[in-house]
């Protein structure tokens, strides 16, 4: 092929390029719900760096404060203002080592049984739709089914009302998204309450630094209602009796990067809980998310 013929096509191939790049859509311009006919696939793996344990509590889910569905999920927009979703998260986990988990792990309720002497753990299947009641308030519904000790934990449900509101267009973003979230299980195996209650809400900043790169940083608070967190946390998780049920704190700092138009990958560092009790401290839970969100 001749020289004169390869530069038009080096530059129309750069034109295309150009052309593709500028169809990225800043993460802090984006909708909260997906549109009609779209769809999206997102993987999260996390490895907890916990005081102690590193490394011996990972999975196939999300501890990033700001995600309410981690793991493997799909979701597709069915009709205009509305997505459904379907995410499936999986963890391992040594409780007897790994004492930093335990402790996060009793605090944030339902399924409040797992069974200890195994570290697979398939947690709850989450089935979940998002309806759009303006361009920056939705509402969350989610069905959450058990595939663990089906005979003691046996469904939940969850509400939750996220906001999004854009500072300045392209480039930062407020976010906000209360959660409430109920529990049902067998009360002979669940401290004597068939309903566990838990409330969490997250508030945080959403930053494109360029088109494509973007940062997040989200604080959460939760907290265990029913049963009282006096029967979920017992002595030996923090190494000295009682609990006052402050709740827990998660601090989350991601950073992502558009890597084309439809993808986009992820990391985020997480201190799982910044107000512990007992003998644990506020750095001693920590873990590293990475993930994808394909759109298709």
Same mark, same amino acid.
């Given at each position: 092929?001749?020289?004169?013929?390869?530069?038009?096509?080096?530059?129309?191939? #750069?034109?295309?390029?150009?052309? +593709?790049?500028?169809?990225?859509?800043?993460?802090? =311009?984006?909708?909260?719900?997906?549109?009609?006919?779209?769809?999206? #696939?997102?993987?999260?793996?996390?490895? +907890?760096?916990?005081?102690?344990?590193?490394?011996?509590? &990972?999975? /196939? $889910?999300?501890?990033?404060?700001?995600?309410?569905?981690? &793991? %493997?999920? +799909?979701?597709?927009?069915?009709?205009?203002?509305?997505?459904?979703?379907?995410?499936?998260?999986?963890?391992?986990?040594?409780?007897?080592?790994?004492?930093?988990?335990?402790?996060?792990?009793?605090?944030?309720?339902?399924?409040?049984?797992?069974?200890?002497?195994?570290?697979? *753990?398939?947690?709850?299947?989450?089935?979940? +739709?998002?309806? @759009?009641?303006?361009?920056?308030?939705?509402?969350?519904?989610?069905?959450?089914?058990?595939?663990?000790? /089906?005979?003691?934990?046996?469904?939940?449900?969850?509400?939750?009302?996220?906001?999004?509101?854009?500072?300045?267009?392209?480039?930062?973003?407020? *976010?906000? @998204?209360?959660?409430?979230?109920?529990?049902?299980?067998?009360?002979?195996?669940?401290?004597?309450?068939? !309903?566990?209650?838990?409330?969490?809400? =997250?508030?945080? %900043?959403?930053?494109?630094?360029? @088109?494509? %790169?973007?940062?997040?940083?989200?604080?959460?608070?939760?907290? !265990? #209602? %029913?049963?009282?967190? =006096?029967?979920?946390?017992?002595?030996? $998780?923090?190494?000295?009796?009682?609990?006052?049920?402050?709740?827990?704190?998660?601090?989350?700092?991601? /950073?992502?990067?558009?890597?084309?138009?439809? #993808?986009?990958?992820?990391? &985020?560092?997480?201190?799982?809980?910044?107000?512990?009790?007992?003998?644990?401290?506020?750095?001693?839970? @920590?873990?590293? !998310? /990475?993930?994808?969100?394909?759109?298709?």
């Amino acid at each position: 092929m001749k020289l004169q013929t390869l530069i038009p096509a080096f530059v129309v191939l #750069l034109a295309s390029g150009a052309a +593709a790049a500028q169809t990225t859509v800043p993460l802090v =311009d984006r909708p909260m719900v997906i549109q009609e006919g779209q769809g999206t #696939l997102s993987f999260d793996i996390t490895v +907890a760096l916990n005081e102690g344990a590193a490394g011996r509590s &990972g999975g /196939i $889910y999300s501890d990033l404060a700001q995600e309410p569905w981690g &793991g %493997l999920s +799909a979701s597709y927009g069915f009709a205009k203002g509305i997505e459904a979703g379907i995410s499936l998260p999986w963890i391992f986990t040594d409780i007897s080592v790994d004492k930093v988990q335990a402790f996060n792990t009793a605090m944030s309720g339902w399924p409040m049984f797992l069974e200890a002497e195994n570290r697979s *753990h398939f947690q709850p299947l989450n089935i979940w +739709a998002r309806f @759009r009641l303006r361009d920056w308030v939705a509402v969350d519904l989610t069905v959450m089914v058990p595939l663990e000790e /089906i005979k003691a934990n046996q469904f939940g449900a969850a509400a939750g009302l996220p906001f999004k509101f854009i500072l300045l267009p392209g480039h930062l973003a407020l *976010h906000f @998204r209360p959660e409430i979230k109920f529990g049902f299980a067998n009360q002979r195996r669940t401290f004597g309450e068939y !309903t566990q209650i838990t409330l969490f809400m =997250d508030a945080g %900043l959403t930053a494109n630094i360029t @088109r494509e %790169l973007f940062m997040d940083l989200t604080i959460g608070y939760g907290r !265990t #209602l %029913l049963p009282s967190p =006096d029967n979920l946390v017992v002595e030996e $998780y923090m190494g000295e009796p009682g609990y006052s049920g402050s709740g827990w704190l998660p601090l989350s700092l991601t /950073i992502g990067y558009s890597v084309i138009p439809s #993808l986009d990958l992820f990391a &985020g560092f997480t201190l799982t809980n910044l107000a512990p009790e007992g003998s644990l401290e506020p750095v001693d839970g @920590r873990s590293l !998310t /990475i993930g994808l969100d394909y759109r298709f």
